[in-house]
């Protein structure tokens, strides 16, 4: 299968780049730097692998990564939507957004709507949620508000719930948001918490189910949470029509 992975050069994405080449997949990698990206590709095998840079913080980017994987390949069939921030120094990016919402809501939807014309109902949108949840202020989306990393991250995660919810409803591929657990061993939880964290894989195994396994063949719009091991509810925001419908209205406004 061809699966694209955004953030693959560390953490959950580079484990789970490692786990769906292991068996074989073809996997186009993304990431911010291209020299840890060619480091990762060598190491995963460049004969399995196909590099892609972007800056999924800058709208211009993402939208050149969806042009460059579509000139390439005229077939998707998994979108892992995993890269993620939780801090920056620089909190607005020069499309006027806050860089947490930017690139934990705003890219992956760009990027998975601009890609759409490679998938059918047999493709997958895997997108990284989290069970910290908090009610969306669709101000601080567009930068006109300003919010703690952690209230930013919970929001942020929120959001691309809501949107997997409401894009759902209207597309072929299966889409479907996971909540990968709680504390993994990741940087982004290293660096935030201090804590060393839960094994990667534990995260990377369940976004390689719910890339290829028959559990989420019909699980689009669905939320699963990894914590209970099992598909289950999210925040009550991320299952009401009218809300999610508002988001996906306002993110269209912001990707034209």
């Given at each position: 299968?061809?699966?694209?992975?955004?953030?693959?050069?560390?953490?959950?994405?580079?484990?789970?780049?490692?786990?769906?080449?292991?068996?074989?997949?073809?996997?186009?990698?993304?990431?911010?730097?291209?020299?840890?990206?060619?480091?990762?590709?060598?190491?995963l095998g460049v004969e399995n692998t196909e590099q892609y840079v972007a800056d999924l913080s800058q709208m211009a980017e993402v939208n050149k990564l969806a042009k460059e994987v579509a000139a390439e390949h005229d077939r998707l069939d998994?979108?892992?939507?995993?890269?993620?921030?939780?801090?920056s120094p620089a909190l607005i990016t020069g499309d006027g957004l806050d860089i947490r919402f930017a690139v934990n809501t705003v890219a992956p939807y760009m990027?998975?709507?601009?890609?759409l014309p490679l998938m059918d109902e047999s493709s997958r949108v895997v997108n990284l949620s989290s069970a910290a949840q908090q009610p969306?202020?669709?101000?601080?989306l567009t930068g006109k508000a300003k919010l703690e990393d952690g209230e930013a991250y919970a929001?942020?995660?929120?959001?691309?719930?809501m949107w997997?919810?409401?894009?759902?409803?209207?597309?072929?591929?299966?889409?479907?948001a996971v909540n990968p657990m709680s504390l993994l061993g990741s940087k982004?939880?290293?660096?935030?918490?201090g804590l060393d964290g839960k094994d990667i894989n534990i995260g990377a195994e369940i976004l390689c189910r719910a890339a290829l396994s028959d559990t989420f063949r019909d699980a689009t719009g669905k939320y699963f949470d990894n914590d209970i091991g099992e598909f289950g509810d999210p925040h009550p925001d991320a299952q009401d029509r009218e809300k999610c419908a508002a988001l996906i209205q306002q993110l269209d406004a912001i990707i034209q």
């Open positions: 299968m061809k699966i694209l992975i955004t953030g693959a050069t560390d953490g959950i994405g580079l484990a789970t780049a490692r786990m769906l080449v292991d068996q074989g997949h073809e996997v186009m990698l993304h990431g911010r730097n291209d020299k840890k990206l060619s480091d990762m590709a060598a190491e998994v979108l892992i939507n995993n890269a993620g921030v939780y801090s990027l998975t709507k601009a890609l969306l202020d669709a101000e601080a929001q942020s995660k929120l959001a691309i719930t997997t919810y409401g894009l759902s409803q209207h597309v072929a591929p299966v889409v479907v982004m939880v290293k660096n935030a918490f």
